[in-house]
């Protein structure tokens, strides 16, 4: 069975709005989870760790104040894309570990019209 | 830091084997992953294996690791259509298993 759950799986939305979007640790508590976002025919890109408890790490380039990452608790954490735009547009999967392994939710395609 | 290089496309015979290759430059990376992705959908883990390892095989799967070139390949044996999809590699930085640092992918086309 899934280990992580994602949701929405798909969302198209105007620019200028919001968009939340929702990844829960099925199996075990997770202090950290970790976001990625995917451009088409392209790999991963970490964009941020997201930390239960605390401010996330976000990595070079990506833009806290856009991406609201809350992690509040043991089992969801939250990616808010803030005032989409159509170059937001994109494929977004979060990540649990679980020991050595990494676990991945079934990915958000957000579309910004 | 980490770079993780694959070959972009391979194209098989159904039946046949399929390898696919991966590079990576961390020598220090303590695992190294294969990822299956279908189209739309997330990535789902097919097999890791830890640096101290040469091969590690389960089913159809065979993972080798030459840590001394710092190459990883997966050998897909029997490839069926259902194999169809694209395949990344991933390697953790050093010292750590937290951040995964992923290949360009591969995909994998398998034909009649």
């Known amino acids: 069975g899934a280990v992580v759950s994602q949701h929405p799986s798909r969302v198209i939305c105007k620019s200028g709005t919001s968009v939340k979007i929702e990844c829960r640790s099925l199996?075990?508590?997770?202090?950290?989870m970790f976001w990625y976002r995917q451009f088409p025919k392209q790999s991963l890109m970490l964009m941020a760790t997201s930390n239960e408890g605390s401010k996330a790490t976000y990595e070079q380039g990506v833009e806290k104040d856009k991406f609201l990452i809350n992690h509040a608790s043991l089992t969801l954490s939250t990616l808010t894309v803030t005032s989409a735009h159509p170059e937001d547009s994109s494929f977004y999967i979060c990540?649990?570990?679980?020991?050595?392994?990494?676990?991945f939710g079934q990915g958000t395609r957000l579309t910004v019209v | 830091g980490e770079d993780v290089e694959q070959s972009l496309f391979l194209s098989v015979r159904e039946g046949d084997s399929s390898v696919i290759n991966c590079t990576y430059t961390?020598?220090?990376?303590?695992?190294l992953y294969w990822y299956k992705q279908e189209p739309g959908a997330g990535l789902q883990l097919l097999t890791y294996?830890?640096?101290?390892?040469d091969m590690k095989q389960d089913q159809r799967l065979t993972v080798l690791l030459n840590k001394k070139d710092k190459h990883l390949s997966l050998r897909i044996a029997d490839t069926q259509t259902g194999d169809s999809a694209i395949y990344f590699c991933?390697?953790?930085?050093?010292?750590?298993?937290?951040?995964?640092?992923f290949g360009a992918g591969t995909r994998l086309a398998v034909h009649p």
């Open positions: 961390d020598s220090s990376s303590t695992y």
């Open positions: 294996i830890f640096s101290n390892m």
């Open positions: 991933a390697a953790t930085l050093s010292g750590g298993y937290n951040k995964l640092i």
């Open positions: 990540s649990v570990r679980g020991g050595r392994v990494a676990f």
């Open positions: 199996d075990f508590q997770a202090t950290t």
